[in-house]
């Protein structure tokens, strides 16, 4: 089994996370979706089944889209998505094997970065940095690693570890904390919420030069 791949659960991944969070991770990233303007390129890493395709084209039609996913099952959910007008481009690979001479407008990447050790975090981080385009906005939500408060966050993270290396090969044995990485970059918060108990946050970035 490939690293990070989610072949395997591809169908039930989405009833999965709403058993668990109920609808916790889809509002992380509905909710940002205001940001995204008419006309704009869009690169998705990880996008997983591709729900959010539908959730983006309730809103604009008129969008390249760029979707990139290691899992060919997730890859196919994703096509079967109806995406209005927005025009989709589909890749199955790794994000780090995925060479594009494009600049977007804007990243979305959803519970991308759990997935890394921080070797391969801080190695796809700088690849993405360096696809956005100057004052271009960076839509990230993940799970949170701060559970001063919620011993309960803390068993979970490693219970959600152990079965998803299992189940999907996934390398990383505890989270890396990608905040300080966009403040090294100079990227400005825009937006930032909580969701289930501060165990999930979402932030709107800007890169600022």
């Known amino acids: 089994m490939k690293t990070n791949n989610y072949d395997f659960i591809a169908s039930w991944y989405d009833v999965l996370s709403r058993i668990v969070f109920l609808k916790s991770q889809v509002n992380a990233q509905k909710e940002q979706l205001s940001f995204i303007k008419s006309d704009?390129?869009?690169?998705?890493?990880?996008?997983?089944?591709?729900?959010?395709?539908?959730?983006?084209?309730?809103?604009?039609d008129d969008l390249q889209i760029t979707f990139v996913e290691i899992s060919a099952n997730m890859i196919q959910l994703a096509k079967q998505r109806k995406c209005r007008n927005n025009k989709v481009s589909f890749v199955h690979l790794p994000i780090e094997k995925f060479n594009d001479q494009e600049s977007y407008d804007v990243l979305i990447t959803a519970f991308l970065f759990d997935n890394f050790a921080r070797n391969r975090a801080e190695i796809v981080f700088e690849q993405l940095h360096n696809t956005l385009k100057e004052n271009g906005l960076w839509l990230f939500s993940d799970f949170s690693n701060n559970h001063t408060t919620s011993r309960w966050q803390y068993y979970l993270l490693k219970t959600m570890y152990f079965f998803f290396e299992k189940v999907a090969s996934v390398e990383a044995k505890e989270l890396v904390t990608m905040y300080p990485y966009f403040m090294k970059n100079n990227y400005a918060v825009l937006q930032k919420k909580q969701y289930y108990g501060r165990f999930i946050d979402a932030f709107v970035f800007e890169k600022t030069i």
């Open 40 to 60: 704009q390129k869009i690169l998705i890493v990880g996008g997983g089944t591709g729900w959010i395709l539908e959730e983006i084209a309730k809103s604009h």
